[in-house]
């Protein structure tokens, strides 16, 4: 096993735990609400002060739970406006190098090409701001003459991008 093999390994396996961790958390604190609520509605506790502070504390699990998750944080990571709803597009640009020793072939003129550039996009449903769910996400790359006359219409993407990242993903 290579070291790069063993980072990625150790990488992923702290991904699982820490989602492990943040399901533990939300289980916890989802417990700790239900329980006093359910106590609280099956007849009136001698101290209903105790409860309320059983349930804020628990909130706070699930609210670090959430955040502790890899899948939740990276979603985090990526929220937008909060007035965002519904379905909306990021597209993320940058640029390939020679150096980095790939291939890919260009959308627009079907050439292959080692650099260029590279745009990833995600469409998403968005609430409030937060994706939550991903319709679709693919990454297409660009010769320098494509990406030059493409970028003057402002990142729309056409009708045959679409199709393309449809086939990918
Ligand atoms: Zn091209």
Do not use: Q
Request: charged share 25%; hydrophobic share 40%; net charge negative.
């Amino acid at each position: 096993m290579s070291p790069s093999d063993s980072v990625a390994l150790a990488d992923a396996l702290s991904d699982v735990l820490s989602a492990l961790a943040g399901w533990l958390l939300v289980g916890l604190g989802g417990l700790g609400v239900a329980v006093p609520l359910l106590a609280v509605l099956d007849g009136t506790p001698s101290n209903p002060a105790v409860p309320a502070v059983v349930v804020l504390l628990s909130l706070c699990l699930v609210a670090f739970g959430v955040f502790v998750n890899p899948r939740f944080r990276r979603r985090l990571d990526r929220r937008r406006s909060i007035r965002e709803f519904g379905r909306s597009r990021v597209v993320e640009h940058r640029v390939l190098r020679a150096a980095e020793g790939r291939t890919e072939r260009c959308v627009g003129c079907d050439t292959r090409l080692t650099e260029g550039e590279l745009r990833r996009y995600r469409e998403e449903f968005c609430l409030a701001g937060l994706p939550v769910y991903t319709h679709a996400e693919g990454e297409n790359a660009y010769c320098l003459d494509c990406a030059t006359a493409d970028s003057r219409e402002a990142g729309s993407v056409t009708a045959d991008e679409r199709a393309d990242l449809l086939t990918e993903s």
